[in-house]
């Protein structure tokens, strides 16, 4: 039935979960229209073309899932490549590969079994009492023992995120793995890699004949946009959305520096990860490697953690209890709402992948359509 105003879905954000909306909205013959306050399509995958590099604009993207049915969405759109993560952890100089495992162990320890290395490691947590592990250093402690969390983990996170290790929420240190074999794959999962030609391919290739328009920030003039759509699907901050009634929810913010290198190669590796709390930047990525590229010369970026404030982009949602009981509330309110959907890492507060963005769109989508 023919809808009385001009499009059927207005989606505020073009990032990931707007654009799979848009993508399976239009399919089902439904007219939508994207907004975003950014000059560029893409949220924060998208990718700057420089000296023929795709430049991951918003730090580093691996693509990595466990799910074959998203595996084979992302693949209907574009072809993925080989690339595996292996990041290497520098501390004071030394090089240690990641994620833990066989190399990392005997890197520090010089121990060649894993015999040897649980020993190690066990050791070290008889040495402490940890229970029940209630925050991310009791965690890491009581999973890899003093060394790794001294060297490779406590310097990186408090910087990371502003804030002490006990004071953050154990679930962030269990994204990633412990292993007892010597394989630096970073993800467990059975899927990983890379867009060939940059991931604009993908989400270019999501909203190709959906109407865009840039520039554009909702609030800055709500009632209108919202008058000229039947629903509204919203990837934006959800407190914003309600004009912070609970109070303000907690981000934290990056800096990216990018700089053009004159050299072929510059540090053998996409992600460096710096894990000492005195140097500011907590990775430097060298984006050629992910595509195996061989241009002669070479982007590189830091990434600078920092403090979130409203001019700042709020990359990361704090899952900490305090903000987690500050987004139910708002949650409660979405939740009652027949005309918004809310998705994606701002509105949904969740420290999301893109898997699970694609999951969570692809599972609402079938919520409100019904197939
Ligand atoms: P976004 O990409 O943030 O898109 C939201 C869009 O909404 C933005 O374009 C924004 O401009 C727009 N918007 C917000 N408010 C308004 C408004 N008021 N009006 C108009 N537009 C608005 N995931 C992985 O799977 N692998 C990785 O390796 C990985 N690495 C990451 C590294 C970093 C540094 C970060 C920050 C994230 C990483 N992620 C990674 C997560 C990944 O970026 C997200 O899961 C995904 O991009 C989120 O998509 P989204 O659509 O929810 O949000
Ligand atoms: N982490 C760490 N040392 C590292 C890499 C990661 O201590 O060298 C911790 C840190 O707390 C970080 C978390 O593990 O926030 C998750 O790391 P991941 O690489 O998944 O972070 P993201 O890419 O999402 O920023």
Redesign the pocket.
């Known amino acids: 039935m023919k809808t009385e105003k001009e499009y059927d879905y207005l989606i505020v954000g073009a990032g990931l979960f707007g654009s799979v909306f848009a993508h399976e909205a239009k399919k089902r013959g439904k007219k939508c229209l994207i907004i975003d306050r950014r000059s560029h399509s893409g949220g924060n995958i998208y990718c700057e073309n420089i000296e023929g590099i795709n430049v991951h604009k918003y ?2 993207h691996i693509f990595h899932t466990n799910d074959k049915e998203i595996w084979e969405y992302v693949n209907s759109f574009v072809e993925f490549n080989r690339y595996t993560n292996t ?1 290497v ?1 520098n501390y004071k100089g030394e090089l240690y590969n ?1 994620p833990f495992n066989m190399n990392t162990f005997y890197q520090l320890w010089k121990v060649k079994t894993p015999k040897e290395a649980k020993e190690k490691i066990q050791s070290q947590i008889d040495q402490l009492s940890i229970k029940e592990p209630s925050n ?1 250093e009791e965690q ?1 402690l009581s999973l890899i023992g003093t060394d790794i969390y001294e060297k ?3 310097g ?2 408090e910087k ?2 502003g804030r002490s ?1 006990t004071e ?1 929420p154990a679930f ?2 269990k ?2 793995p412990v292993r007892f074999t010597f394989d630096n794959n ?1 993800f467990n999962d059975k899927y990983q890699g890379i867009p060939i030609g940059g991931y604009n391919k993908l989400t270019e290739a999501l909203i190709e004949g959906v109407e865009v328009r840039l520039n554009t920030d909702f609030f800055e003039n709500r009632e209108e946009w919202e008058s000229k759509a039947e629903n509204v699907v919203f990837t934006g901050k959800i407190d914003q959305y309600y004009d912070f009634q609970f109070g303000q929810l907690e981000y934290r913010s990056l800096e990216f520096e990018h700089d053009v290198l004159d050299e072929e190669n510059h540090q053998g590796n996409a992600v460096v ?1 710096y ?1 000492e709390r005195e140097i500011p930047y ?2 430097i990525i060298e984006h050629k490697h992910f595509e195996f590229g061989t241009q002669p010369k070479t982007v590189v970026t830091k990434e600078y953690p920092a403090d979130w404030t409203p001019e700042k982009e709020p990359y ?1 949602p704090i899952n900490d209890n305090k903000n987690n009981e500050t987004y139910r509330q708002y949650k409660e309110l979405a939740d009652k709402e027949e005309k918004i959907i809310f998705g994606g890492r701002l509105a949904e507060y969740k ?1 999301y ?1 893109m898997h699970q963005i694609i999951g969570s769109a692809l599972k609402k989508v079938k919520d409100h359509f019904g197939a």
Do not use: E, H, S, V
């Open positions: 730090g580093a990041p952890a990641l991310l890491a490779l983990i406590k990186y996170t990371q995120w290790a953050l962030i240190i994204r990633l970073y990860n894990t907590t990775r990361y420290y992948d």
